[in-house]
């Protein structure tokens, strides 16, 4: 029998399983804990399809496939945008309406989102060895994550592999050699602007358009996972002040420290030498 024949449009997304995941924990319930649940819910959702796209970013420039990877970077700024304009929507909740509900929160945190965690690492981000709560040993962004947790190794994973640019060097490096110890680096350890690359990519800039168009698409992305960052630190401040975040970081105030931190540094460095 085939069962593809008995396939509905509710059976195939999981509608009644996705509509069960909203469970709100107010009195009530409070009215704006739904749209606090929903939009966070879909955020995941869309840094899993990121990570999806991302992986799939990475093969094609290593394979030097101009094409497919513009179709792909394309998409997920694309993304982006949207991620930054379900804030809008966020935004329509007062403070006096987020705080009818925070406290159910407790100590759960964006801090604690696994994927986009595992997206900073993908991109580059390489953060030191900290003292986790319980005092041991952690690994930095992946320290507010349950040790030994999949998640947690998920994103320890991520950092122990190439990020996003190791991929586009490889790229680079199809279309004129670049220092070829930067295609051996410990991939482990975070990137640091090079400045022999930066001529490299300057006269690839100049002669060779394809590598052009990768270059300017890259930054689409870096300036949209900023412009997502403001805003995210913005709806904080107007929702919470600087009141401290509820997974005890200094909320809106570390958000706002992680702004301005180029995911590829010599991509902006080298606008001021054409």
């Not at 930067?182 to 482990?188: A, G």
């Not at 975040?245 to 001021?272: E, H, M, Q």
């Amino acid at each position: 029998m085939d069962n593809n024949k008995h396939v509905t449009y509710i059976s195939y997304l999981k509608v009644d399983e996705l509509l069960e995941l909203q469970q709100p924990l107010s009195d009530g319930p409070e009215h704006d804990e739904l749209l606090f649940i929903t939009i966070h819910q879909v955020y995941e959702l869309w840094f899993k399809q990121i990570l999806h796209e991302v992986a799939a970013l990475q093969v094609s420039l290593e394979q030097g496939k101009t094409h497919r990877s513009m179709a792909l970077l394309g998409r997920i700024r694309t993304i982006m945008k949207t991620c930054v304009s379900q804030l809008d929507i966020l935004e329509t909740m007062t403070p006096l309406q987020f705080n009818s509900f925070r406290e159910r929160l407790t100590s759960a945190s964006g801090f604690q989102s696994a994927q986009f965690r595992e997206l900073e690492a993908v991109l580059g981000r390489r953060d030191q060895a900290g003292a986790t709560a319980d005092g041991k040993s952690g690994m930095g962004m992946a320290e507010h994550l349950i040790e030994g947790s999949p998640a947690r190794q998920r994103v320890e994973n991520a950092m122990g592999r190439k990020s996003l640019w190791d991929s586009a060097l490889h790229f680079f490096n199809s279309r004129k050699p670049i220092p070829a110890l930067l295609l051996t680096r410990d991939v482990t350890l975070a990137w640091e602007p090079h400045e022999e690359l930066q001529e490299v990519l300057i006269d690839l800039h100049r002669n060779d358009p394809e590598v052009s168009m990768i270059g300017e698409a890259l930054i689409d992305f870096d300036e949209g996972l900023q412009e997502w960052r403001y805003r995210h630190v913005k709806m904080v401040e107007r929702t919470i002040g600087r009141k401290m975040g509820s997974g005890g970081s200094s909320g809106a105030g570390y958000l706002a420290s992680t702004l301005f931190n180029p995911v590829f540094p010599d991509l902006w460095a080298i606008r001021s030498r054409f």
